[in-house]
Every structure is written in C-alpha cells, then in structure tokens.
Antibody, heavy 115, light 109 residues
Framework: EEQLVESGGGLVQPGGSLRLSCAASGFTFSTYWMSWVRQAPGKGLEWVAN????????YYEDSVRGRFTISRDNAENSLYLQMNSLRDEDTAFYYCARGQQLGHWGQGTLVTVSS | QSALTQPASVSGSPGQSITISCTGTSSDVGSYNLVSWYLQHPGKAPELMIYEGSKRPSGVSNRFSGSKSGNTASLTISGLQAEDEADYYC?????????FGTGTKVTVL
C-alpha cells in the first residue's frame, strides 16, 4: 500500500527555519516527481514546489522561491522541504504528494509561524 | 501566477448531476491538457479524482468525468450521492509551475 508520512512541523518564530520530511513507501519512489502542497487553516490548496526524479529540476511557487528548498534522497525514499526566513503567512498544513499531478497524498504536518 | 477561478459553491439533490467550472487563461488551462481535480473531505487529505483533463485513476467512480473547452475545465459529478459532499479543487500546469483553483464546496441537498 502506498504511504506518505510527513514530519517536522511545529511552532517557529517569524524569521526562523524548519525542515520538513516525507517518508515514502509502497511505490518506487525514485521513478516519480514529488511535490509539496500547503493549505492554510480554513483556506484553499496552494502548490509549493516539485522536484524531478533525479533532483536535477526543481520548481517553486513565487512566494517561496529563494526561501524554501526542495530536495530528495532516493536511497532513503525521502523528500524534504527546507524552509528559511519563515513568515506568518507560511502557517499551513504541508502535504507531500506523489508525482506532478499529485496522485497520492500524505496526511500533512502543521507548521505554525508565530511570535 | 493567479489562482484558477472556481465557483464558491455548487449544490444538487441526490441523483442529480452537477458541473464545477475551473477558469484559467491561455497560459495554463488553455495551453496544456494537464488539469486534474481533487476531492477533500473536512479534516482529510485531498484525493485525486481526474488527471490529464479526463482520465480517472483506478478506483475512482465513473460518476466523475472531466472535460475542457478553451481556457475552462469542468468536472461533472453524475448521480450525486451524499458522500460526494466535499470541497473540490482543480489544478493545472502553467509552464514550469502549477496552480490550484480557488475551490468549490459541493453540498448535497
């Protein structure tokens, strides 16, 4: 059974950093693009970033480009999102998802940016 | 990149058909056959219902169908059931980046 499990969320002050992880199982991780999507509480979905199978291509939503870095470790079947210079508006549930078209999702991890 | 435009809410009675629109531009929906649709129940992760405009993943009911005309994509739910009550989002490729719709709350009367 396909499974994606996010971790690393929590409370952080504005300007701080956080690293999210996503552990994948039940599918051949190295053959898929992977994506991060976020959802502020009570709001809609927002695409954040994605990464090609071998990590050679990475794309970001405008508001996070230069602050967030997506990466992956195919040997560990893991996806990461390094988030720096966090802002209040980055508060959201962060989901990892399989593929560019988000075929399977994890249950999300909550990031709260607040002083 | 601006969010795609969806109606805030759509409602229907059990057994009826409803259609949710997703309006973009010639830079996203109009240029690529890469629109997908997601259902999200409260407190749950989204689920893929349609990809590449009209394809259904294994396990998704054939009551769900997708189409596109120009810059507008559509999701039709036929034979509406109580379990279809949820939020629905479209999602499109926009040339190296991707963009979601504003979301539609579907209510089964």
């Amino acid at each position: 059974e396909e499974q994606l499990v996010e971790s690393g969320g929590g409370l952080v002050q504005p300007g701080g950093s956080l690293r999210l992880s996503c552990a994948a199982s039940g599918f051949t991780f190295s053959t898929y693009w992977m994506s991060w999507v976020r959802q502020a509480p009570g709001k809609g979905l927002e695409w954040v970033a994605n990464i090609k199978q071998d990590g050679s291509e990475k794309y970001y939503e405008d508001s996070v480009r230069g602050r967030f870095t997506i990466s992956r470790d195919n040997a560990e079947n893991s996806l990461y999102l390094q988030m720096n210079s966090l802002r209040d508006e980055d508060t959201a549930f962060y989901y990892c998802a399989r593929g560019q078209q988000l075929g399977h999702w994890g249950q999300g991890t909550l990031v709260t940016v607040s002083s | 990149q601006s969010a795609l435009t969806q109606p805030a809410s759509v409602s229907g009675s059990p057994g009826q058909s409803i259609t949710i629109s997703c309006t973009g531009t010639s830079s996203d929906v109009g240029s690529y056959n890469l629109v997908s649709w997601y259902l999200q129940h409260p407190g749950k992760a989204p689920e893929l219902m349609i990809y590449e405009g009209s394809k259904r993943p294994s396990g998704v009911s054939n009551r769900f169908s997708g189409s596109k005309s120009g810059n507008t994509a559509s999701l039709t739910i036929s034979g509406l059931q109580a379990e279809d009550e949820a939020d629905y989002y479209c999602f499109s490729y926009a040339g190296s980046v991707w963009v979601f719709g504003t979301g539609t709350k579907v209510t089964v009367l």
